[in-house]
């Protein structure tokens, strides 16, 4: 069983740049999460998407968007880079589209440092 | 509006201890309920959860949690600390209206002393 894996590990970008995010899904899951774990805290969801469509947005401005592919990959885009964006950025695959009783496969994240 | 509220951001315990991690939650519904492990540089591992049913739950690596409805809790346990038990630990409440959004807590780092 393939787990979810990210890429790349680690990023630097400066403030006002655009960045791109990628996440391959547990073989078998159909959809993805995406969460914002900056240093301190706990993740904080940012969007779901099933089938290919936006399926739940958390407290994140427009300039956070995101795919999903047919083969349930997924990419996290985020524009106009500002410093509080430096974070853990975590995805996160589960078999169903509102994921009640099941739990979150995470990957082992995306570290952007914005300077 | 659901919360997770973790008391005590630091914990340390003697290997060999009990370990017991605090986690009180807000729901507006029945909680569905979760504990995730994360170590250094890593992604958040299921430890266990609770969704219905038995109110005891006994998880990967020993652990285990108890859903208490009257205190709105939901701590972790492990009765013998390991010093492989050393990482972060997050609680998680999700519900059938958050449907596909889970809160979590703001995390419980774990130090285990020889």
């Known amino acids: 069983e393939t787990g979810v894996t990210q890429s790349p590990t680690h990023l630097i970008k400066t403030r006002g740049q655009q960045v791109t995010l990628r996440c391959s899904s547990q073989?078998?899951?159909?959809?993805v999460s995406w969460y914002q774990q900056a240093l301190g805290q706990g993740p904080q969801f940012i969007f779901q998407?099933?089938?290919?469509?936006?399926?739940g947005r958390g407290n994140f401005p427009p300039r956070f968007s995101g795919l999903q592919f047919p083969n349930y990959s997924s990419e996290l885009n985020v524009n106009a880079l500002e410093l509080d964006d430096s974070a853990l950025y975590l995805c996160?695959?589960?078999?169903?589209?509102?994921?009640?009783?099941?739990?979150?496969?995470f990957g082992n994240g995306t570290r952007l440092t914005v300077t | 509006a659901q919360s997770v509220t973790q008391l005590g951001s630091h914990v340390s315990v003697s290997e060999g201890a009990l370990v017991l991690l605090r986690c009180n939650y807000s729901?507006?519904?029945?909680?569905?309920l979760f504990w995730y492990v994360q170590y250094p540089n890593q992604g958040l591992q299921l430890l266990l959860k609770?969704?219905?049913?038995?109110?005891l739950v006994k998880g990967i690596n020993g652990f285990e949690a108890e859903f208490k409805k009257s205190e709105t809790s939901f701590h972790l346990t492990k009765p013998s600390a390991h010093m492989s038990d050393a990482a972060e630990y997050f609680c998680?409440?999700?519900?059938?209206?958050?449907?596909?959004?889970?809160?979590f807590g703001t995390g419980t780092s774990l130090t285990v002393i020889p």
């Open positions: 998680a409440v999700s519900n059938p209206n958050t449907g596909n959004q889970f809160y």
């Open positions: 609770y969704t219905t049913g038995a109110t």
């Open positions: 073989s078998g899951h159909n959809t």
């Open positions: 996160a695959s589960s078999t169903r589209q509102a994921p009640i009783d099941s739990p979150l496969h």
């Open positions: 729901s507006s519904v029945p909680p569905y």
């Open positions: 998407y099933y089938r290919e469509e936006e399926n």
